[in-house]
């Protein structure tokens, strides 16, 4: 079975600094891996995906993210941070079973807190 | 405007008297799936479907019912909810196989609060 876990369920850090939000993974297959951001009130909206054709993968709002296979992570990266960015941050791992792909297996989230 | 719409946004129900959480999608996607999401649990697969008629267990299917007789809706039916289902409820649905890179797109997401 795949798996995500995701390292801090909370995440401080000031406006204009480094943004990194840690994902590791578990999948026994090659790995199609997402990071969704949740706005306060909203549905989750797709920031960013490995589909295996580029090992840094970039996405909306100025994030990035690396694949590292010998690590097994997905880390979330954004060089400057913004007051805009406070929100929840779940990254995913597509699902395998007998009856084929069969969705997406998410972390618990990490809630990004922009100090001004 | 390419969307998921679930209805209703918010819901305070008693426990035992049965509900129906509806979603539709306008995109002809033929993978659709419903997800709760909980505090520090993240987000749960409920029930998934692959296409018209077709439907399978997610990894918390218990208490709930699906049904897909038209590509575009995926209701959620709740037959005889309970407080433990109090939860915010998500619907999604993806063209392609959404586990093999092609990931969803979200409803905006339905509070449940079973009294």
Partial sequence: AQSVTQLGSHVSVSEGALVLLRCNYSS????????????????????????????????????????????TSFHLTKPSAHMSDAAEYFCA????SGGGADGLTFGKGTHLIIQP | EAQ????????ITVTGKKLTVTCSQNMNHEYMSWYRQDPGLGLRQIYYSMNVE??????????????????????????SPSPNQT??????SSLLPPGQGYGYTFG????????
């Fill in chain 1, 28 to 71: 026994s297959v090659p790995p199609y891996l997402f990071w969704y951001v949740q706005y306060p009130n909203q549905g989750l909206q797709l920031l960013l995906k490995y589909t295996s054709a580029a090992t840094l993968v970039k996405g909306i709002n100025g994030f990035e993210a690396e694949f590292k296979k010998s690590e």
């Fill in chain 2, 4 to 11: 998921v719409t679930q209805n209703p946004r918010y819901l």
């Fill in chain 1, 93 to 96: 791992v597509g699902r395998y």
């Fill in chain 2, 54 to 79: 077709v439907t399978d267990k997610g990894d918390v299917p218990e208490g709930y019912k699906v049904s897909r007789k038209e590509k575009r809706n995926f209701p959620l039916i709740l037959e």
């Fill in chain 2, 108 to 115: 905006s997401g339905t509070r449940l609060t079973v009294v």
């Fill in chain 2, 87 to 92: 939860s915010l409820y998500f619907c999604a």
